[in-house]
């Protein structure tokens, strides 16, 4: 069945690093894929998203791109900041698209 | 902002009391959901509905039920509390595809309601 699986967290970094989260998935047909983001406290929060192959999604200095040939959606960021500090949820809509698929979260920790 | 309430926002309840959670939305969506959240499972969905008095079952729906008798409101009723059921629970909805292109079908997420059964 259709399924996401990311890295385990917690990822602790230094204002300033590089950051990447890594993802990747199964599923039947072209799903479209989503990175989700929580900050303490409140809901999720659609953060990017791609819906075809090579697509890449940006939003707030983070990009992803769907890459199918490695059934991978990876999050990165150049230089991270301590507000982003929250739990990233990497997620897919199934080919019947009435249901989301989301990987178990990774916590990021960013150090002054 | 998606126009997503949900309450109550806490609630601590006995094991074996019934509960509703209610999720309520403005914007006239057919597909709302919901989903439990747990350390390291993510998010599972729970039910789902696809528009007034029509729902199916998710991954994990034993223990609950779900009603929808308007097109606004989703309920999520506990019928018989367990502690396996403290968790904090997520309503959701699905836009509608636009005649502006494909959609893809990304969930737009409530505030959460945070539920301890003792």
């Known amino acids: 069945g259709d399924s996401v699986t990311q890295m385990e967290g917690p990822v602790t970094l230094s204002e300033e690093a590089f950051l990447t989260i890594n993802c990747t998935y199964t599923a039947t047909g072209y799903p479209s894929l989503f990175w989700y983001v929580q900050y303490p406290g409140e809901g999720l929060q659609l953060l990017l998203k791609?819906?075809?192959?090579?697509d890449k999604g940006s939003n707030k200095g983070f990009e992803a791109t769907y890459r199918k040939e490695t059934t991978s959606f990876h999050l990165e960021k150049g230089s991270v900041q301590v507000s982003d500090s929250a739990v990233y949820f990497c997620a897919l809509s199934a080919n019947n698209f009435n249901k989301f698929y989301f990987g178990s979260g990774t916590k990021l920790n960013v150090k002054p | 902002d998606a126009g997503i309430t949900q309450s109550p926002r806490h609630k601590v309840t006995e094991t074996g009391t019934p509960v509703t959670l209610r999720c309520h939305q403005t914007?006239?969506?057919?597909?709302m959901y919901w989903y439990r959240q747990d350390p390291g499972h993510g998010l599972r969905l729970i039910h789902y509905s696809y528009g007034v008095k029509d729902t199916d079952k998710g991954e994990v729906s034993d223990g609950y039920s779900v009603s929808r008798s308007k097109t606004e409101d989703f309920l999520l009723t506990l019928e018989s509390a367990t502690s396996s059921q403290t968790s904090v629970y997520f309503c959701a909805i699905r836009p509608q595809p636009t005649r502006l292109g494909p959609s893809s079908y990304e969930q737009y997420f409530g505030p959460g309601t945070r539920l301890t059964v003792t």
């Open positions: 914007e006239n969506h057919r597909y």
């Open positions: 791609a819906t075809k192959a090579d």
